[in-house]
């Protein structure tokens, strides 16, 4: 298992301790375009399936007013602040949790507010709105349900469903169309073990997850039922996702293998075998995709590696050696036009290292430095810019032709987890049960 999901379960035991090719016509052809593949997979599912998980989970979970709790909207603060550990540079924060929060997820509302959802180590989810012209947080809803630690959460591709993964092998899925009246329409199961991560599909609503009982699963919400089953992995399923363009489906795994998958079929359509030349032999942690060019993946191991590989072609297309422990965190940088610089890769490891690598050389072209390993890096997709949380408590932003931080903002009191942005704001997570709001706007030049 990744180091990050084994943080999960040492938390658990502890007793809660810390508070460039492209796919031509033929090939292309094989695939089917993303917005047929929730109705061809219902009508491709195996008859056994089909019979068997709508029996079983066809009726879903109905919600009612005791799943979600309605709590003061309280949670805004200034910035400037002290706190046990010095200074705070957040301008709001979120405390509501009473355990470790480890993951956050977003949706953007077409005014100026924002859904955001967590998920804790005390079992919880939670989703509020929070408005980005005055900072105020507001329709605080509190997601129950689960019976050991939610390890995942995201939001479909239109803001109106949102998923929790958790150890126990269940996934939530609440409706959050109405932030007035949010309620939890099913809880899928199927995994024997803790779910890993979560991923619904760009443009529909199915739900892919992996587990550490050595299966990934995907269902179709809108019909309740369980779509297919992928099974060849050997250990935990510890990271996957789909493709940029939603057609396929990735999978890394505790086995050190990754193996991709026809969503529609379940057949494996290839899979990177441990290697010592040109693959790893390690257990995989992360995945990306392009978002330009789907069909280059880029996957990272407990031994400090990353591999990028080339889904059509079937090959990889060079191995990142640059870290000294696990590379927990990996992006690939989606510039738009008229942004001068060349396609980035980067990784993060438990080593304190940033690496940045040059998409068509491979080649390493900057080194950053956190105090304490690295939890989470992205890029940002209008701007040279990188940011990253680590264990060092601090997030930071980077501008990826230099080699010193533009901004490192404190204010969290343990390990910060994860991060995301929205907008001109910066969203962390953290050891310290709490989710803070930093703005870009008011640092970025200090």
């Not at 129950?144 to 150890?167: E, P, Q, R």
Request: charged share 25%.
């Amino acid at each position: 298992m990744s180091s990050s999901n084994q943080h999960y379960r040492e938390n658990e035991e502890e007793d809660n301790q810390f508070d460039n090719g492209e796919i031509n016509d033929q090939e292309e052809a094989e695939f089917m375009d993303p917005n047929d593949i929730e109705d061809q997979i219902v009508m491709d599912m195996d008859d056994f399936l089909k019979a068997k998980f709508d029996e079983e989970d066809g009726e879903g979970v109905e919600g009612d007013d005791d799943d979600d709790e309605e709590y003061e909207d309280d949670e805004t603060m200034g910035g400037d602040r002290e706190n046990d550990d010095g200074p705070n540079d957040s301008i709001a924060e979120f405390t509501k949790h009473t355990d470790s929060v480890y993951k956050i997820a977003k949706f953007e509302k077409s005014d100026d507010s924002l859904l955001i959802a967590t998920a804790s180590g005390d079992d919880t989810g939670f989703i509020f709105q929070y408005d980005t012209t005055n900072n105020q947080i507001s329709n605080v809803r509190h997601l129950l349900g689960h019976k050991d630690t939610c390890v995942d959460v995201s939001f479909n591709y239109d803001g109106t469903k949102l998923a929790t993964g958790s150890m126990d092998g269940t996934i939530g899925v609440w409706n959050v169309s109405d932030m007035n009246n949010v309620v939890s329409e099913l809880f899928l199961d199927g995994p024997s073990e803790s779910i890993e991560w979560i991923q619904w599909h760009p443009k529909g609503n199915l739900l892919a997850c992996g587990s550490a009982d050595t299966t990934a699963w995907l269902w179709n919400v809108k019909t309740q039922s369980c779509l297919n089953v992928f099974s060849g992995h050997s250990g935990s399923v510890t990271t996957g996702g789909f493709t940029s363009d939603g057609k396929l489906l990735v999978t890394g795994s505790e086995d050190a293998s990754v193996r991709v998958w026809n969503p529609v079929t379940a057949e494996c359509v290839h899979v990177f075998q441990p290697n010592e030349i040109m693959f790893t032999t390690a257990p995989i942690t992360a995945f990306a995709s392009q978002k330009q060019e789907p069909n280059l993946i880029l996957t990272a191991a407990e031994d400090g590696t990353a591999q990028l590989s080339h889904i059509t072609h079937k090959k990889t297309l060079g191995v990142l050696r640059g870290h000294e422990e696990s590379i927990e965190t990996i992006d690939m940088s989606a510039f738009k036009a008229g942004v001068p610089v060349a396609p980035l890769m980067a990784t993060g490891g438990m080593d304190n290292r940033i690496n940045l690598w040059d998409v068509s050389t491979l080649s390493l072209r900057q080194t950053f430095k956190h105090n304490d390993g690295v939890t989470k890096v992205f890029f940002d997709e209008d701007q040279p810019l990188l940011y990253s949380c680590s264990v060092d408590k601090t997030v930071c932003v980077w501008d990826v032709r230099t080699s010193s931080p533009i901004k490192v903002f404190k204010g969290h009191r343990d390990i910060v987890l994860s991060i995301m942005k929205s907008k001109s704001l910066l969203f962390s997570c953290s050891d310290d049960s709490s989710v803070l709001a930093f703005s870009l706007l008011d640092n970025l030049n200090q």
